[in-house]
T-cell receptor, first 119, second 117 residues
Framework: EPEVTQTPSHQVTQMGQEVILRCVPI?????FYWYRQILGQKVEFLVS????????KSEIFDDQFSVERPDGSNFTLKIRSTKLEDSAMYFC?????????????????FGAGSRLTVL | AQSVTQLGSHVSVSEGALVLLRCNYS??????LFWYVQYPNQGLQLLLK??????LVKGINGFEAEFKKSETSFHLTKPSAHMSDAAEYFC???????????????FGKGTKLTVNP
């Protein structure tokens, strides 16, 4: 079964450092997402991406965050200058089409996550 | 704005006992509702979903959930727990995009299910 692949599975970094989290979505999917989960808290939407641009972002997704699809297969999340509060599990997800409004609508496929620890 | 409340961050049951994980939601438009499961070191896997139609939805691994609009609930059940059901379970809601909502998911905090032998 097709999978969404995320690397690294765990990254430890110093505060202020740049971090890039990588995702390889399912090959025929068109919509891409990043979510995050701070330990003990809810899984939160960060950003959605379609047709090489951000389609929606949350208030969490400030100027320190950016996303890119550099080569048609990878989908990256960059944090320019990490803060302690960026420590979380980051999930990538993809979907082939948006919901059609019909029963049996498509659903997101999530990756296993990248755990980021900022010291 | 949408929200999801999962009652109980930890639920413990005996093997063979009923599993009941509670989820209440709020949504301004008819919702799509989902249950995801996360096994250790794995991604979020869809258990079941409700979009339209029959309000009792059957999913994988013997789980089912019932959409109750009057109670704004979507509780997850399984008649008989198995050791392999031990995992974290997340309820999520999205607004129906065909009625002006957004496709993004809003998750609950999750419920960790422990199954005792």
């Amino acid at each position: 079964e097709p999978e969404v692949t995320q690397t690294p599975s765990h990254q430890v970094t110093q505060m202020g450092q740049e971090v890039i989290l990588r995702c390889v979505p399912i090959s025929n999917h068109l919509y891409f997402y990043w979510y995050r989960q701070i330990l003990g808290q809810k899984v939160e939407f960060l950003v959605s991406f379609y047709n090489n641009e951000i389609s929606e972002k949350s208030e969490i997704f400030d100027d320190q965050f950016s996303v890119e699809r550099p080569d048609g297969s990878n989908f990256t999340l960059k944090i320019r200058s990490t803060k302690l509060e960026d420590s979380a599990m980051y999930f990538c997800a993809s979907i082939s089409n948006l919901w059609t409004g019909k029963a049996g609508a498509n659903v997101l496929t999530f990756g296993a996550g990248s755990r980021l620890t900022v010291l | 704005a949408q929200s999801v409340t999962q009652l109980g961050s930890h639920v413990s049951v005996s093997e063979g006992a009923l599993v009941l994980l509670r989820c209440n939601y709020s949504s301004s438009v008819p919702p799509y509702l989902f249950w995801y499961v996360q096994y250790p070191n794995q991604g979020l896997q869809l258990l079941l979903k409700y979009t339209t139609g029959a309000t009792l939805v059957k999913g994988i691994n013997g789980f089912e959930a019932e959409f109750k609009k009057s109670e704004t609930s979507f509780h997850l059940t399984k008649p008989s727990a198995h050791m392999s059901d031990a995992a974290e379970y997340f309820c999520a809601v999205s607004d129906n995009p065909s009625q002006g909502g957004s496709e993004k998911l809003v998750f609950g905090k999750g419920t960790k299910l422990t199954v005792n032998p």
